[in-house]
């Protein structure tokens, strides 16, 4: 009897294999069929099917062939192994950026996620990508450890238009950085003064930089020394929810931007 890992690498060499096993396990197909969905010859066909029915992955029905109940097994575990590569080689290049300690939901939920990285051609594109994002958005709510000037001029810009709803949380580092400089002062002046804004600062700190902008969940991704490396967008339920939670978390520990934070 083969092993399970040799049962893999049989599925795994052939591309045919898993697509004729993923057919089957959905409803039945006759040979004809499979060969005009696969694009696979009759010859190689014959041998999937004597190799599944060896197996009893699969068994004939009429002029039909189907996935039997342990057929399914394998064709669904494997769907999902290829699922967890393919969300794996999409993230290889950004995990070590991701604040996973922090985000409480499965990565896996990120296998549709919009992944924005810097270029020689656009070094600001993850930032672009926000701004695209906030422009577009009716109800914007962040915690963030930063808020740059082109995000809190297109935030301003549009509440005072009324056109956006905000809530953000911020470290006291994002606040001193804004008050710092005279014309950034003066944004966030005329957005705090806004019936359809407000902006709290959480003492301790926020560690992320996310925005939840209307259905879309966005996070700012950089290293250790504070260079922007990434972003990434979803729109998945899962990971919407958990940045509802974790804002709703953070506007509870923090307190109202005041004039102490020599605005």
């Given at each position: 009897m083969e092993s399970a890992l040799e049962e893999i690498e049989f599925l795994a060499l052939s591309s045919?294999?898993?697509e004729v096993l993923r057919l089957l396990a959905t409803e039945p197909h006759s040979r004809g069929e499979l060969a005009?969905?696969?694009?696979?010859?009759?010859?190689?066909?014959?041998r999937i099917i004597a190799d599944f029915e060896e197996r009893s992955w699969i068994r004939r029905t009429g002029g039909e062939y189907v996935a039997t109940a342990t057929g399914r097994i394998v064709a669904d575990g494997f769907t999902d192994l290829l699922g967890s590569l393919e969300t794996e080689r999409r993230l290889r290049d950004?995990?070590?950026?991701?604040?996973?300690?922090?985000?409480?939901?499965?990565?896996?939920?990120?296998?549709?996620?919009t992944i924005t990285v810097p270029s020689q051609t656009r070094p600001n594109a993850p930032v672009q990508r926000l701004l695209d994002l906030l422009r577009d958005a009716e109800e914007v709510r962040t915690f963030s450890h930063a808020f740059n000037d082109q995000a809190i001029r297109v935030v301003q810009e549009r509440v005072t238009a009324g056109e956006q709803r905000f809530s953000g949380v911020f470290s006291p580092g994002a606040i001193d950085a804004l008050a710092a400089d005279d014309r950034l002062r003066k944004r966030l002046e005329s957005l705090r003064a806004e019936p359809d804004a407000s902006v709290r600062v959480r003492t301790d700190g926020v560690p992320l930089a996310v925005m939840i902008?209307?259905?879309?969940?966005?996070?700012?991704?950089?290293?250790d020394n504070g260079v922007l490396q990434a972003s990434i967008d979803t729109t998945a339920p899962a990971v919407r929810e958990w940045a509802i939670e974790a804002f709703d978390a953070y506007w509870a520990s923090a307190e109202p931007l005041s004039d102490e934070w020599a605005l």
């Open positions: 045919n294999r898993v005009a969905e696969t694009g696979a010859s009759q010859a190689t066909l014959g950004i995990v070590q950026y991701l604040p996973t300690d922090a985000m409480a939901f499965d990565l896996q939920h990120l296998a549709d996620a902008a209307d259905d879309v969940v966005h996070l700012l991704l950089r290293d």
